[in-house]
């Protein structure tokens, strides 16, 4: 049987605490305890998105183009992140035998869906209507530790390069699924055709 795995107390953190406002590199942040239906993760590696940087620079906008401003501040970015699982919040073990301690998971863009709306039951949850994401509404990957949603984990093979990995968790996932919507038709349907 293995030692625990010892978790500080305090961390180090890429801190942004106004829109606009520098990265600050704080190393006595709190190390987030993982509560019900949550993980807490060792960051092993991460990427930075230009979202993030539209995000830190208060320049961020949606699909609409209007500016989104529900950020969390003070924000930590990060959602092309690798981790290893180090602890699993209250029962968990007994609930899902598939997370355990030393499991490779994604620390992507969206952080945790609603499991309830017409999107999610329809299985399509990434139009969920409660969904929260790493990028404006919870701490991501641009620190050492970060919990996550275990119901909404991205689990990664044994095997998989960490290194390679973090960018794909973003821009490998966009050109993937951009590839899916165009050979589906769905570009010819809604909106006339694909140029380019």
């Known amino acids: 049987m293995s030692a625990p795995i010892q978790i500080p107390e305090k961390q180090t953190v890429a801190l942004v605490r106004t829109l606009g406002g520098p990265v600050e590199l704080v190393d006595d942040y709190p190390v987030p305890k993982p509560g019900h239906n949550e993980v807490l993760a060792k960051v092993l590696y991460t990427g930075v998105c230009q979202s993030d940087l539209h995000t830190k620079s208060g320049t961020a906008s949606g699909a609409d183009n209007n500016p989104i401003t529900a950020i969390k501040l003070p924000h930590i970015g ?22 355990s301690i030393g499991t490779l998971v994604g620390i992507r863009f969206a952080s945790r869906i ?13 139009y969920c ?29 044994r095997d998989a390069d960490p290194v ?23 570009l010819e349907k809604e909106l006339g055709g694909w140029e380019g």
């Open 78 to 99: 990060g959602h092309e992140g690798i981790g290893r699982l180090i602890a699993l919040g209250p029962g968990l073990p007994q609930t899902d035998p598939n997370i």
């Open 114 to 126: 609603c499991r309830r709306c017409t999107f999610c039951l329809a299985g399509t949850e990434q």
């Open 129 to 157: 209507e409660n969904a929260t994401n790493h990028l404006h509404h919870e701490d991501g990957a641009f620190q050492e530790y970060v919990s996550l949603d275990a119901g909404y984990l991205t689990i990664l093979p």
């Open 164 to 186: 390679v990995m973090g960018p794909v968790l973003c821009a490998g996932v966009t050109a993937y699924k951009m590839e899916h919507v165009q050979r589906s038709g769905v």
